[in-house]
């Protein structure tokens, strides 16, 4: 029943919070909630927080996969997320992506450390290697 | 001579750190953090800190008169610091508080971690002492 009626909030159109330009290699703008593609696999992602983002504290993310006819589906390969600060030049505590439904996932255990620039990186992983991978720019 | 001075005063300090792990000097109290699982990177790591009266050979348990705040601080190599993912403690005791999320990581980072107890009243730092990690 979720799932339907997230599905129907996906289809009322653009949010305000969305800028579908993207600019070198980082796409999305920071907000409420974003959408990127995997290039390589022709897989969007929608994110919306579901608490936070916030610093010290713990922040989640749902992470829904769809296919280019809008329906949801698993990721070809492993899906992996990363912080990465890059004005500092380090990471933080490992992401846990759990599988909610078809398609559906949340990202917990997010902690963002400190103030400033953060990329999260989603990664599709095949033997521990990086196949595909967008990021997400978030000033906090 | 100063040689024995030396290890005079080597021996003290290590006989004082023993007794007082943590010192909190501004309310003459110590305290100890003990390791229950860990210290982990990467996975979430458990411990307790207790407190007593500085002077007291038994290390009798007593509660501290203020408000306990317990966190992870990141010293790194280039001079800067800040804190870690958020704890959350809890009063098990008298004089004792147990953390069960504790999270470490270097994430490329070159420093180490403490954990710090500061010991509020009103919002305002009283006294703050520190437990340096060290992961094996």
């Known amino acids: 029943m979720r799932l339907i009626i ?14 579908k330009e993207t600019s070198g290699e980082v796409r999305g703008i920071p907000g ?8 390589s696999q022709k897989v969007i992602l929608k994110t919306y927080w579901n608490k936070g983002p916030i610093v010290s504290d713990e922040s989640k993310l749902t992470i829904i996969l769809l296919d280019e006819y809008g329906r949801t589906i698993d990721p070809p390969l492993k899906l992996n997320i990363l912080l990465w600060m890059p004005t500092m030049g380090h990471g933080s505590f490992p992401v846990k992506v759990k599988k909610l439904s078809q398609g559906v996932y949340e990202a917990q255990e997010i902690f963002f450390t400190m103030e400033g620039y953060w990329d999260i990186h989603f990664q599709l992983m095949e ?13 906090l | 001579m100063k040689t024995l001075t030396f290890l005079f005063i080597l021996l003290f300090t290590s006989i004082s750190m023993a007794n007082c792990p943590m010192e909190f000097v501004e309310v003459d109290l110590c305290g100890k953090l003990t390791w229950i699982d860990g210290p ?20 009798t348990r007593i509660e501290p008169e203020f408000e306990i705040d317990i966190y992870s601080w990141m010293i790194m190599e280039s001079g800067m610091s800040h804190g870690g993912p958020k704890i959350t403690s809890k009063k098990t005791g008298v004089g004792i508080y147990e953390v069960k ?10 420093g180490h971690w403490e954990i ?8 305002e730092d009283i006294s703050m002492a520190a437990h340096k990690v060290e992961f094996n």
């Not at chain 2, 999320?101 to 070159?110: E, I, L, N, V």
Request: proline share 3%; glycine share 6%; hydrophobic share 40%.
């Open chain 2, 40 to 59: 982990y990177l990467n996975k979430k790591s458990h411990f307790t800190v207790e407190f007593w009266a500085k002077g007291d050979e038994n290390k």
């Open chain 2, 101 to 110: 999320d504790a999270r470490f990581f270097m994430g490329t980072m070159k």
């Open chain 1, 127 to 139: 033997n521990n290697k990086v196949q595909d991978e967008v990021k997400w720019g978030l000033e």
């Open chain 1, 32 to 39: 409420l909630e974003n959408e990127l593609v995997f290039p």
């Open chain 1, 6 to 19: 997230l599905i129907f909030l996906l289809g009322c159109g653009d949010s305000p919070f969305i800028n």
């Open chain 2, 116 to 123: 710090r107890v500061e010991l509020m009243e009103k919002f």
